[in-house]
């Protein structure tokens, strides 16, 4: 899948945003291990820390439908230059995507930047800490 479908499918996926507070639509698009689709958009809530980001929901999509990993991701929102995931997002890329899981931000108007998640997430973790523990 190239780049430019997965920003358009992000970008559909953005019209689908719940953002009654914010008016911040985003979308999102991951492409799976299987060569799959999946979207999400951000969904907003009253209750401020119960909100979920765009990123978050396509990916948890991408295991709930069976994947165990996703290689690439796209982002899209109006905003010039365009934003990038924020931490709590970078973190679900990092450990679901791997480090070398490629992440595309988009704006609306056509601005791009593409980072790979140990880009974004220096010194990552994933996890493996956990796995490799003994229980106690």
Same mark, same amino acid.
């Given at each position: 899948?190239?780049?430019?479908?997965?920003?358009?499918?992000?970008?559909?996926?953005?019209?689908?945003? =719940?953002?009654?507070?914010?008016?911040?639509?985003?979308?999102?698009?991951?492409?799976?291990?299987?060569?799959?689709?999946?979207?999400? &958009?951000?969904?907003?809530?009253?209750? =401020?820390? +119960?909100?979920?980001?765009? %990123?978050?929901?396509?990916?948890?999509?991408?295991?709930?439908?069976? @994947?165990?990993?996703?290689?690439? !991701?796209?982002?899209?929102?109006?905003?010039?230059? #365009?934003?990038? #995931? &924020?931490?709590? &997002?970078?973190?679900?890329?990092? %450990?679901?995507?791997?480090? @070398?899981?490629?992440?595309?931000?988009?704006?609306?108007?056509?601005?791009?930047?593409? !980072? +790979?998640?140990? %880009?974004?997430?220096?010194?990552?973790? /994933?996890?493996?800490?956990?796995? /490799?523990?003994?229980?106690?």
């Amino acid at each position: 899948m190239t780049d430019d479908a997965l920003v358009a499918e992000a970008t559909s996926a953005r019209a689908h945003a =719940y953002a009654p507070y914010s008016q911040f639509r985003v979308g999102a698009a991951v492409l799976g291990g299987s060569g799959q689709v999946y979207r999400g &958009c951000n969904v907003e809530n009253g209750s =401020y820390p +119960l909100c979920v980001c765009a %990123e978050r929901v396509a990916i948890m999509n991408a295991i709930a439908a069976g @994947e165990s990993r996703v290689s690439r !991701l796209a982002v899209v929102t109006d905003t010039s230059p #365009p934003a990038s #995931p &924020c931490g709590a &997002c970078r973190q679900v890329i990092f %450990e679901l995507g791997g480090p @070398e899981c490629v992440v595309t931000f988009a704006s609306t108007d056509g601005d791009r930047r593409q !980072l +790979l998640a140990r %880009e974004l997430l220096p010194e990552g973790f /994933d996890g493996a800490l956990l796995r /490799d523990r003994a229980p106690r």
